[in-house]
C-alpha cells in the first residue's frame, strides 16, 4: 500500500455582514475563502509555512461547489473537511458546509503539488510523515 496520510476536520465559520451581497445571503464565491480557511486550519499554518519554505506550493487544479441552500449574516457553519495525500502530484478534497444540520454547500476539488517554478512535484515522504495527526513539522529538504 503506497504511503499516505489522510487529514479530516471541522471548523466554524461565523458569516458577518461583509460576507453577504446585496439580497442579503452569503455571496457564493466567499465559500471558497471559507474551504480555504478550513483547509488551511486542518494542515497548520506552520507546517504550511515550512513547505512553502521548502519549495513545496499546493495550488487549486480544480474544484466543484453544489450550492444547495442560501445562508445568511450571523448564522454559524461547520466546514468538514477530508484531504488524501500521497506521493502523488494530486492531493483530492471533499469539503462540507452545513448551517443547523443543514448541508449547505458541497466542493470536491483537486490541488496540486507544485516546487517554486510551479511544476507539478511528487510529495516526499518526510512531508507525508509530518501530515499524520499529532506530527511534528521537523523535517529538511525537499
Given amino acids: 500500500m503506497p504511503d499516505e496520510a489522510l487529514l479530516v476536520g471541522e471548523s466554524t465559520v461565523r458569516i458577518y455582514y461583509e460576507d453577504t451581497d446585496f439580497s442579503g445571503y452569503v455571496y457564493h464565491a466567499n465559500y471558497l475563502k471559507f474551504f480555504e480557511r478550513a ?3 486542518l494542515i497548520g499554518v506552520e507546517r504550511i509555512k515550512k513547505y512553502f519554505g521548502e519549495g513545496l506550493h499546493f495550488v487549486v487544479a480544480r474544484a466543484d461547489l453544489r450550492f444547495l441552500r442560501p445562508t445568511q449574516h450571523a448564522d454559524l457553519l461547520t466546514i468538514n473537511t477530508k484531504m488524501r495525500f500521497s506521493e502523488s502530484p494530486v492531493v483530492p478534497v471533499e469539503q462540507e458546509a452545513s448551517c443547523g444540520g443543514q ?28 501530515l499524520r495527526p499529532g506530527a511534528k513539522i521537523a523535517f529538511g529538504g525537499l
Avoid: C
Avoid at 448541508?103 to 507525508?128: D, F, H, S, Y
Fill in 39 to 41: 483547509r488551511e486550519d
Fill in 103 to 130: 448541508k449547505v454547500v458541497t466542493m470536491t476539488m483537486k490541488l496540486a503539488a507544485v516546487n517554486a517554478q510551479g511544476e507539478p512535484m511528487r510529495i516526499p515522504g518526510t512531508i507525508l510523515q509530518s
